[in-house]
């Protein structure tokens, strides 16, 4: 299949998981494909992988300027940017509420929501000068399904990620830009 050729990705948390088998999906689909990570190791060898349509970039997507940066060089790299997967984010201790650390709770939300934010606003001038494209946002498949006790924090910011899809899809629609919240499923029937 080509379905992306000629199209350029941005993946942040690329570097593993559900990132790194979507950096791989995209190549497969004939995309170019720029693979962000805060390990720029893990990055690196994912675009080893898919040889020369893939770039690595280190980038800690809680620095609106690393994500400025990101945006910047895959841009640089390619030539455009149509579609940012923003895949980045973290689970968090399992803590009940009571006993969480207010410490842990603020990184949880800020890696989760703020580095969302710092790629989705580094991104979008860069999507409007292609003349549209997509933000696909990675969310949680149980952030609002089910409760797991002592995941507030991540369940909180996944549920979030829905809000923001929302908003940006409606914000951004008069540029051609879709916004999407991808929520991956998982073993649980719901």
Not at 96 to 102: A, G, M, S, T
């Amino acid at each position: 299949m080509t379905r992306f050729s000629g199209k350029v990705t941005l993946i942040t948390g690329g570097g593993g998981g559900l990132g790194r088998a979507s950096a791989l999906r995209f190549a497969e689909e004939k995309a170019s494909v720029a693979i962000a990570d805060v390990d720029l190791e893990r990055a690196q060898a994912g675009a080893a992988e898919i040889g020369s349509k893939a770039i690595a970039i280190r980038a800690d997507v809680t620095s609106i300027e690393d994500c400025e940066a990101m945006v910047k060089t895959a841009r640089d790299s390619f030539g455009r940017l149509d579609i940012i997967l923003a895949n980045a984010g973290v689970g968090g201790e399992k803590v009940e509420f009571v006993d969480l650390p207010i410490d842990e709770w603020d990184r949880v939300i800020g890696v989760n929501l703020r580095s969302l934010a710092h790629t989705c606003k580094a991104a979008a001038p860069a999507l409007i000068d292609a003349g549209g494209g997509l933000m696909a946002l990675m969310g949680s498949s149980t952030g609002g399904w089910d409760t797991i006790l002592g995941s507030g924090p991540q369940m909180t910011s996944q549920e979030a990620v829905k809000a923001v899809a929302r908003d940006l899809a409606l914000e951004l629609a008069r540029y051609r830009i879709r916004d999407n919240a991808v929520c991956p499923s998982s073993s649980k029937q719901h």
